[in-house]
């Protein structure tokens, strides 16, 4: 096993949910106040010495430049801030700067969160929103949404491996079923394959629950140098591998459309800086922004192979009694995706997780754990590895 | 030199052209300037045809605000050539009315805007 890259030594993350009447700033308040009463430092606010910080639109708030504000309202008014914008992957961007900046030994204390307010507006004007995150000269010029740039991908893999609306549905049924059990997520219903399949289309091949929600929330982590962990915590999860990448957003330049090979490439580069085989990962919370996306992703990943991926949900073989658990904590799906929150509530559940403090949907002697994020249609990408010190 | 609004324009008059490496013979859309496999910045226009095939498609009934009125909407990825290919909507409103493989063809509607873009509209017919 390889030295650390960094260690997270506290994590927080606020209910996610429609927050009416509460503005990003506040939601990171939430989680900030859980991640330092986390730590056996009470002095913890003062050990950090920078903050990375995850948002992705300025269009929900009328709010640029948030870095400073978002430290501000933490209580830091002379930190070193800078704000990372990768769409649905803002606040991996965020954690791999976080890590570089560690790893430099310019720092040995960081905050990183991300953070996203996104219900201010009105549905339409939402996904206008993210639609400005793919490209402008070419797929917003269509009328593509995201739902609609996933459903792409899903027709394609449905018309050549034969993959199923009903295997998509499963995705559906698994996330919402583990989201009961988080009470953090957004949506605490349980639904049946029926429910999926005649809930009304957003874009055919997809409909209603097979895409995440618009979802206010915010999540963080304080990540050390791995040598210093201990005087904050008992019990520091280490970030063992980081992998990243990128590819066209435009789907119609890649070669076959659902193939999102930024993810296999960033897994492959996490798992060897880690010197660990996929196999040997615990628990993994993967990207499913759409429930297409978590069967592609099994593929990309190496868990099955290609085509293959709704079989594994035939299977079972990713439920939480699964031999590979994906998305206890509820997924994008049904634990909510505020944007740029979404990387770093990944990495919030895999720390619970790893910690055994994941109550009912704990994981039995979780190890390892794998959190993979992805912006756009899958044009960029991080994944990281995570293990605790047993 | 090949550019964005260029491309844009030719389509504005009804034409599709792409750019292609006299390098390699790839063919991008829109152009660039660099070519995405061998990195030559030699790109020449490249005159397409206006009918392909369906590779994918979604019937988009949940639109961004731009286009709210405009839905029920399919959005299809169109085959050209080879490795080349382009977007377009088509106004239908079930998942019936198109499948993979359809031949289609691309309608333009002329920009009336005065503002960026001045990109016109990218429609399909279907062909039988
Ligand atoms: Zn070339």
Request: aromatic letters at 8%; a neutral charge; charged letters at 25%.
């Amino acid at each position: 096993m390889s030295k650390p890259l960094a260690s997270i030594v506290a994590a927080g993350c606020s209910k996610f949910g429609k927050r009416t009447g509460v503005m990003a700033r506040e939601l990171l308040v939430e989680a900030f106040q859980e991640a330092i009463s986390k730590s056996k430092d009470p002095d913890i606010r003062k050990k950090i010495r920078v903050g990375f910080f995850g948002n992705f639109s300025e269009m929900y708030e009328h709010q640029s430049h948030v870095a400073p504000i978002l430290a501000d309202w933490l209580g830091f008014h002379d930190l070193p801030v800078i704000r990372t914008e990768d769409a649905c992957a803002s606040g991996s961007a965020a954690l791999r700067t976080g890590i570089m900046a560690i790893k430099s030994g310019l720092y040995d204390v960081a905050l990183i969160a991300g953070v996203e307010k996104m219900n201010n507006r009105r549905t339409n004007e939402v996904l206008e929103g993210l639609a400005m995150a793919s490209d402008i000269a070419i797929e917003q010029w269509s009328g593509l949404t995201f739902a609609g740039i996933f459903a792409l991908m899903a027709t394609w893999h449905m018309h050549k491996y034969g993959t199923t609306e009903t295997q998509m549905a499963l995705v559906a049924v698994k996330n919402h079923k583990n989201a009961t059990l988080n009470p953090k997520a957004h949506m605490q219903k349980l639904i049946t394959v029926e429910d999926v399949l005649k809930s009304r289309i957003v874009a055919w091949p997809l409909k209603l629950y097979d895409c995440s929600l618009i979802t206010d929330g915010a999540a963080c982590v304080i990540i050390t140098k791995p040598e210093i962990a201990e005087k904050f915590t008992d019990n520091p999860i280490d970030i063992v591998g980081s992998g990243s990448s990128s590819d066209h957003e435009s789907l119609i330049e890649r070669k076959e459309i659902s193939d999102i090979k930024g993810i296999a490439k960033a897994t492959r580069e996490a798992l060897e800086m880690a010197e660990i085989k996929i196999k040997n990962v615990d628990v993994a919370e993967l990207h499913d922004c759409f429930t297409i996306a978590e069967i592609l992703e099994y593929e990309e990943i190496g868990i099955a192979e290609r085509g293959y991926g709704g079989k594994l949900l035939e299977e079972g073989a990713t439920n939480l009694d699964g031999w590979f658990p994906v998305n206890p904590s509820g997924g994008l799906k049904a634990k909510g995706h505020p944007v740029g929150a979404t990387g770093i509530a990944q990495i919030y559940e895999i720390f619970l997780q790893l910690r055994n403090e994941a109550g009912p949907r704990q994981i039995k002697g979780a190890k390892i754990g794998l959190a993979q994020n992805m912006g756009g249609s899958g044009s960029t990408h991080f994944v990281h590895l995570l293990k605790n010190r047993s | 030199m090949v550019s964005i609004e260029e491309f844009y324009s030719k389509l504005n008059e009804g034409e599709l052209y792409g750019g292609k490496c006299s390098n390699c013979g790839n063919i991008t859309l829109p152009p660039r300037q660099i070519c995405p496999k061998c990195l030559s910045t030699q790109i020449d226009w490249y005159k397409l045809s206006m009918t392909g095939e369906v590779e994918s498609f979604t019937l988009i009934t949940v639109a961004p605000k731009n286009f709210e009125n405009e839905a029920p909407y399919a959005v299809c990825i169109v085959k050209i050539l080879e490795d080349v290919k382009f977007i377009g909507r088509i106004k239908i409103s079930s998942q019936n009315e198109i499948k993979v493989g359809d031949k289609v063809e691309f309608v333009i509607e002329k920009s009336i805007s005065n503002e960026w873009p001045m990109w016109p509209k990218i429609y399909l017919k279907k062909l039988n």
